[in-house]
């Protein structure tokens, strides 16, 4: 079984396209773990039918936690771009995120805030490491961003919960960032 590649087929169907799976999201981005299955199965993309222990190893043996399993549903627990609106919980964040990107966007980002732009949510890293690898994806050696989440909180900010490494917010106005 090629888990990368089921890994990403599961975040295209939890994350960007659920209606090409037949898969209806409720509010927290759950669906039932069987549809899951089934949807996976009926695309003949995979050498064997999958069954949860496939998803339960993905989960495993992952750096990232991307999804989640409750109560014989699955979800993922961040970078959502469907148009409907993902609930997420409500926290109060670290006192510092921060938050890996590229050269390219630094201007814009340090005059107009950090945006969610295809997704529904900012993402930021609770540790540099993290933001290292979220910057790597796009910048050999990306620029890492310092946002003052205490202030941003104390002001009003809404942070969310994505997972132990990743917090969500709407928007960072740049008055709360700087460079590393
Ligand atoms: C940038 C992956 C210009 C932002 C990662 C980023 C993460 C702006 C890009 C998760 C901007 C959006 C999300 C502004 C933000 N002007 N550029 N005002 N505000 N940007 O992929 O945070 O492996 O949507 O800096 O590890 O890079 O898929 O967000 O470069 O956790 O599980 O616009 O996705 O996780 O890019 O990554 P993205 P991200 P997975």
Redesign the pocket.
């Known amino acids: 079984m090629n888990y990368t590649k089921l890994s990403k087929k599961i975040?295209r169907a939890l994350?960007h396209v659920p209606w090409e799976y037949e898969l209806e999201l409720d509010i927290e981005g759950f669906v039932p773990v069987e549809q899951l299955i089934y949807a996976i199965n009926e695309s003949g993309d995979f050498d064997r039918p999958i069954d949860v222990s496939d998803l339960e190893h993905i989960i495993e043996i992952s750096d990232?936690k991307?999804f989640e399993i409750k109560d014989d549903k699955i979800r993922?627990l961040?970078?959502h771009?469907i148009p409907m609106h993902i609930s997420k919980a409500v926290i109060a964040p670290p006192d510092i995120l921060y938050?890996?990107?590229?050269h390219?966007?630094?201007?814009?980002?340090l005059?107009?805030?950090?945006?969610?732009?295809?997704?529904q949510y900012?993402?930021?890293?609770v540790d540099t490491d993290?933001a290292v690898?979220?910057?790597k994806?796009?910048?050999k050696s990306p620029v890492i961003?310092v946002i003052d989440a205490h202030k941003a909180h104390t002001d009003g900010i809404t942070f969310y919960e994505?997972n132990d490494?990743?917090v969500l917010a709407d928007y960072?106005p740049e008055r709360y960032i700087k460079i590393k």
Do not use: C, E, F, N
């Open positions: 975040s994350r990232k991307r993922a961040y970078g771009s938050h890996g990107t590229t390219k966007a630094l201007d814009s980002i005059s107009s805030g950090l945006k969610p732009m295809g997704r900012v993402h930021l890293s993290t690898q979220v910057g994806r796009r910048d961003l994505g490494k990743v960072v």
